[in-house]
């Protein structure tokens, strides 16, 4: 069982030790994980952290203004936000393979970050790496990019300060800083975003349909109550046939994904009820332009995992 406020005191204590009067920057994502690094950290060193938010283009809905509102105005941190999406839509342009496009985004995202880290002079990097990322990246099953390793050229020195936790730990320590639910109790997210949940080439066209069914799932399970590890939408490649009125119509096919898992190393396709479903592939026909099918991802991980690239 975790000690959190022991946890907490040595942290912030190892975090002052290494940092000293330095200055730290951190992608902050608005996950679980980068927010409680974000908060710990300027706990220990205040404002000497800087929290860079790189809207890559690919957050949900709403994402971006809930982050700043939180971060910025409410917690007082000393927030960046900065627009990227255009840049990273141009780099992906064309690129089918999902190890290659996880790779180009975390490679500008490292490269936008740098930027800012050169600009403030900042001397270390705080990453919100948990557990189940390292084990997964040396285990060689994906890249994840907070553990892909710094390009050429960078100097910062890495700050891990939840390294050794696992998600339901993190989700503690976070509620025990301060942070609302909404953070806490966060569905995970990743890196990459919805680029990873966009099987193919990346257009802003599919993002938008992706984004859009996305938000319907998250919202109709919260809707009905239920708490699974992950529900998301991703958009399969190719389109499928389908009927408008009396007409053929090709369309986008959406596959629902609802996981429930303790630590996001194993994880079981969730029973959803049958009328959520449903109501689920109503909305997403209705009220998402081009997509004629929505179908519902039974397999548990493995063999496959959470998402879908
Ligand atoms: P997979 O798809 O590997 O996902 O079964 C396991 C958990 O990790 C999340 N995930 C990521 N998180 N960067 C992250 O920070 C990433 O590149 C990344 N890829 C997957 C995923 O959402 C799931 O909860």
């Known amino acids: ?49 800087v929290a860079v938010f790189v ?29 990227a999406a255009e840049q990273f839509l141009r780099a992906l342009k064309g690129v089918t393979d999902p190890e290659k496009k996880r790779k180009i985004i975390g490679e500008h995202f490292i490269r936008v970050f740098e930027e800012v880290a050169r600009k403030e002079e900042a001397e270390f990097l705080v990453q919100g790496t948990i557990a189940p990322d390292w084990i997964e990246s040396e285990g060689g099953i994906k890249s994840h990019h907070n553990v892909a390793g710094l390009p050429g050229g960078m100097t910062l020195r890495l700050v891990e300060p939840l390294r050794d936790l696992y998600k339901d730990e993190v989700r503690i320590v976070a509620r025990k800083l301060g942070l609302p639910e909404s ?20 257009t802003p066209e599919k993002l938008e349909v992706v984004r859009e069914a996305n938000a319907i799932v998250e919202e109709e399970i919260r809707k009905a109550g239920l ?16 009927v408008k009125g009396d007409i053929r119509d090709y369309g986008y096919t959406i596959a629902v994904r609802v996981v429930e898992s303790v630590d996001a190393m194993t994880a079981n396709a969730m029973e959803v009820p049958w009328e959520v479903l449903r109501t689920i ?29």
């Not at 690919?58 to 982050?67: A, D, H, L």
């Not at 953070?183 to 990346?202: H, N, T």
């Open 1 to 49: 069982m975790l000690d959190v406020d022991r946890f907490i005191a040595e942290a912030t204590e190892d975090i002052r030790t290494t940092i000293g009067d330095g200055t730290a920057i951190i992608a902050l994502s608005g996950g679980v994980d980068s927010s409680a690094a974000a908060v710990l950290v300027h706990k220990a060193i205040g404002k000497r952290l």
């Open 55 to 83: 809207d890559h283009g690919f957050m949900r809905k709403g994402e971006r203004e809930e982050i700043e509102g939180l971060f910025k105005e409410k917690m007082g941190l000393n927030l960046r936000v900065i627009d």
């Open 227 to 242: 708490k699974p590890w992950q529900a998301l939408a991703a958009l399969l490649e190719g389109k499928t046939v389908g």
């Open 183 to 202: 953070i806490s109790e966060r569905m995970p997210f990743p890196g990459p975003g919805l680029a990873v949940r966009i099987v193919g080439e990346i």
């Open 281 to 309: 592939m109503k909305r997403i026909t209705r009220e998402v332009p081009g997509v004629t099918r929505v179908l519902y991802d039974l397999t548990d991980k493995p063999p496959a995992t959470i998402e879908f690239e």
